[in-house]
C-alpha cells in the first residue's frame, strides 16, 4: 500500500458542467475525510466518513456537493454545476485514529 | 476572526539559521496541536504533534504549545534546503473529527 491515492490529478473543466473525484484511502483506515485548499490559504474541511456511514459535513459543502463511500472502501466527491469559485485542490485523507495521512490531491479549474 | 491564524510569509533564511513558526488560536476546546509540511502540488504531511501544552522534540524539530497564551510553535535547528515547503498548524478540540488549520508558511532554505 502507497499511500492515499487520488485521481485526477488534475481536472479543467467548463463552468456549469459536473466532475467526479476520487480516493482511494489506505486499506486498514476507517475513517476518510475531504478537505478543500485553496491557493494561499490552509485546507478546509468539508466532510467525514467512518466506514460506509458520513457522520459530518461542513457548511461549505453546499447542495451541489456530494460524498459517498460505498462499502467504506473509496470515496467519491461530486460536484454538480461547477462556479467558478469552486476552483481549488480537494484532499483526501484517511486515518485508523485521529491523525491523517493525505493524498497529493486533485486539483480542480473551472474555466 | 479565523480560528487558526497564521504568518503567511514568505520566509527566508541562510542554510543553517534556526526558524521560528508560529500560530495563535481563540478557541479553547483545541487540545491536539500539529505542524504539517506540505511540500509544492503536494498533500500536507503530518511532521510533529503535541497534546495539550508543553514541549516536543523531534531531530531538528521542536513543536511548543502554550495553551494559557493561546500560541504555538515550530522550530526548526540546522535548517537545510529540503526543508523548503510551507508549514501549516492545525488543531483539534477533543472529541471532533475534523482539524482547523492556518493559512501556512513559506519557508525557503537559501543554501
Known amino acids: 500500500d502507497t499511500g492515499v491515492s487520488q485521481n485526477p490529478r488534475h481536472k479543467i473543466t467548463k463552468r456549469g458542467q459536473n466532475v467526479t473525484f476520487r480516493c482511494d484511502p489506505i486499506s486498514e483506515h476507517n475513517r476518510l475525510y475531504w478537505y478543500r485548499q485553496t491557493l494561499g490559504q490552509g485546507p478546509e474541511f468539508l466532510t467525514y466518513?467512518?466506514?460506509?456511514?458520513?457522520?459530518?459535513k461542513s457548511r461549505l459543502l453546499s447542495d451541489r456537493f456530494s460524498a459517498e463511500r460505498p462499502k467504506g472502501s473509496f470515496s467519491t466527491l461530486e460536484i454538480q454545476r461547477t462556479e467558478q469559485g469552486d476552483s481549488a485542490m480537494y484532499l483526501c485523507?484517511?486515518?485508523?485514529?485521529?491523525?491523517?495521512?493525505f493524498g497529493s490531491g486533485t486539483r480542480l479549474t473551472v474555466v | 476572526q479565523k480560528e487558526v491564524e497564521q504568518d503567511p510569509g514568505p520566509l527566508s533564511v541562510p542554510e543553517g539559521a534556526i526558524v521560528s513558526l508560529n500560530c495563535t488560536y481563540s478557541?479553547?476546546?483545541?487540545?491536539?496541536f500539529m505542524w504539517y509540511r506540505q511540500y509544492s502540488r503536494k498533500g500536507p504531511e503530518l511532521l510533529m504533534y503535541t497534546y495539550s501544552s508543553g514541549n516536543k522534540e523531534d531531530g531538528r524539530f521542536t513543536a511548543q504549545v502554550d495553551k494559557s497564551s493561546k500560541y504555538i510553535s515550530l522550530f526548526i535547528r540546522d535548517s537545510q534546503p529540503s526543508d523548503s515547503a510551507t508549514y501549516l498548524c492545525a488543531m483539534r478540540p477533543t472529541g471532533a473529527n475534523n482539524l482547523f488549520f492556518g493559512t501556512g508558511t513559506r519557508l525557503t532554505v537559501i543554501p
Open positions: 485523507a484517511s486515518s485508523p485514529t485521529i491523525f491523517y495521512t
Open positions: 478557541n479553547s476546546a483545541f487540545q491536539y
Open positions: 466518513f467512518q466506514n460506509e456511514a458520513q457522520l459530518e
